[in-house]
C-alpha cells in the first residue's frame, strides 16, 4: 500500500532563517505531489505541484520554493522566512491527476 | 480558474441530527468532487467522493449529491455523532484542486 512521510513535524524558525520541508512517497510511481498551505483555522492553499521529476508548478508568488529531485520526493524550501509563512504544511500525492490526493501528516511551522 | 465556495462556515446539530454542507463551483468542466474531514491538529482525510457522471453517493452514514446543471455539491451526515465533530472540506477537480474555506461542524450531545 502507498503511504506519505513528511518531516519535520514541528519547528520553530526565526524570520530571516532558511526553511526545508521533505515528503516522500512510497508504494507508487511517478505519482503527482502537491504543496498546501494552512494558515490557522483557515482552509487550504496551494502552493506547488509536480507531476514528474523536475517539474514544478507553482501558484502562489511567494518567497518559497520546491523542488523534486526525485520520483517520490518533494521538498519545500525558503532562503528567508516571514512571519507571514507560519502555518501547517501539507504534503500530498495522487495517482494522476483527477483522482483523489491523499495528505501527509503535515508540518507545523511557526516562524518567530 | 475554478472558484469554490463552501457553506456555512460553522454548523451546530444534536447528537442524532443531520447535518448538509453545501458546496458552489464555478468551472464547468470539473469532474471530480471530494469530501475531506479535518479533525484538530490532523491532516485532511478522504471521507466519500464523487464523479461529473454520477449524481448521488452514499457510505453509511455519509451521501454527497451532486448538481451538475446547478454547479453545486452538497455532504449529508445522517445520525450525527459527536465524533463527527471537524472541519470538513469540500473540493473541486478541474485543472487543479480547488479547495472550499471549510466548514467547523459541531456535534452537541
Known amino acids: 500500500s502507498q503511504t506519505i512521510h513528511q518531516w519535520p513535524a514541528t519547528l520553530v524558525q526565526p524570520v530571516g532563517s532558511p526553511l526545508s520541508l521533505e515528503c516522500t512517497v512510497e508504494g507508487t510511481s511517478n505519482p503527482n505531489l502537491y504543496w498546501y498551505r494552512q494558515a490557522a483555522g483557515r482552509g487550504l492553499q496551494l502552493l506547488f505541484y509536480s507531476v514528474g521529476i523536475g517539474q514544478i508548478s507553482s501558484e502562489v508568488p511567494q518567497n518559497l520554493s520546491a523542488s523534486r529531485p526525485q520520483d517520490r520526493q518533494f521538498i519545500l524550501s525558503s532562503k528567508k522566512l516571514l512571519l507571514s509563512d507560519s502555518g501547517f504544511y501539507l504534503c500530498?500525492?495522487?495517482?494522476?491527476?483527477?483522482?483523489?490526493?491523499?495528505f501527509g501528516e503535515g508540518s507545523w511551522l511557526t516562524v518567530v | 480558474g475554478e472558484n469554490v465556495e463552501q457553506h456555512p462556515s460553522t454548523l451546530s446539530v444534536q447528537e442524532g441530527d443531520s447535518a448538509v454542507i453545501k458546496c458552489t463551483y464555478s468551472d464547468s468542466a470539473s469532474n471530480y468532487f471530494p469530501w475531506y474531514k479535518q479533525e484538530l491538529g490532523k491532516r485532511p482525510q478522504l471521507i466519500i467522493d464523487?464523479?461529473?457522471?454520477?449524481g448521488e453517493k452514499k457510505d453509511q452514514r455519509i451521501a454527497v449529491t451532486l448538481n451538475k446543471t446547478a454547479k453545486h455539491f452538497s455532504l449529508h451526515i445522517t445520525e450525527t455523532q459527536p465524533e463527527d465533530s471537524a472541519v470538513y472540506f469540500c473540493?473541486?477537480?478541474?485543472?487543479?484542486?480547488?479547495f472550499g474555506p471549510g466548514t467547523r461542524l459541531s456535534v452537541l450531545p
Open positions: 473540493a473541486a477537480y478541474g485543472q487543479n484542486f480547488v
Open positions: 464523487i464523479r461529473s457522471n454520477v
Open positions: 500530498a500525492w495522487g495517482v494522476y491527476s483527477g483522482n483523489t490526493i491523499y
